[in-house]
């Protein structure tokens, strides 16, 4: 029987997942098998965490809207349900993320917005879009 010598392919697959993992902590980063288990793991978490980053940013701008809303009971006396419901009554698109801005950036911006919309359905107390864009631009 003549003797196989293994080539290069090995060790260049090796040294590609060793790079992958070189800032893994310990043994994560130097053991081949640790090295391949410590990879995959890495890319599952990524692949679900992917997913979940999306649930928890909408969770905070979620609880952001409604933080604001309901701190000045003078102003506005509201909930965050009841917001978003009146905004789809209206059919006004603004979606979470532009809101938890505002919320956050000018909150009499937000303060306006939700003031309008409260008011009874009038044609002279419509929102407009001039309005909210010269809110936005202050």
């Not at 098998?33 to 649930?55: E, F």
């Not at 009971?73 to 349900?81: C, D, E, G, N, T």
């Amino acid at each position: 029987m003549t003797r196989i010598k293994r080539g290069y392919i090995a060790r260049k697959r090796r040294t590609k997942i060793r790079l992958f993992t070189s800032s893994f902590r310990g043994a994560h980063s130097r053991l081949t098998r640790t090295i391949t288990q410590q990879k995959i793991k890495a890319l599952v978490s990524a692949h679900r965490d992917r997913d979940r980053k999306k649930r928890d940013f909408r969770r905070l701008w979620i609880s952001r809207i409604n933080a604001v809303i309901r701190e000045n009971r003078k102003k506005i006396y509201y909930s965050y349900s009841r917001l978003m419901y009146n905004l789809y009554k209206r059919q006004l698109l603004l979606n979470r993320k532009i809101l938890a801005q505002i919320a956050i950036l000018n909150r009499n911006c937000l303060y306006m917005i939700s003031n309008e919309i409260i008011k009874k359905d009038s044609p002279e107390t419509e929102l407009r879009e001039g309005r909210v864009e010269i809110c936005m631009k202050k």
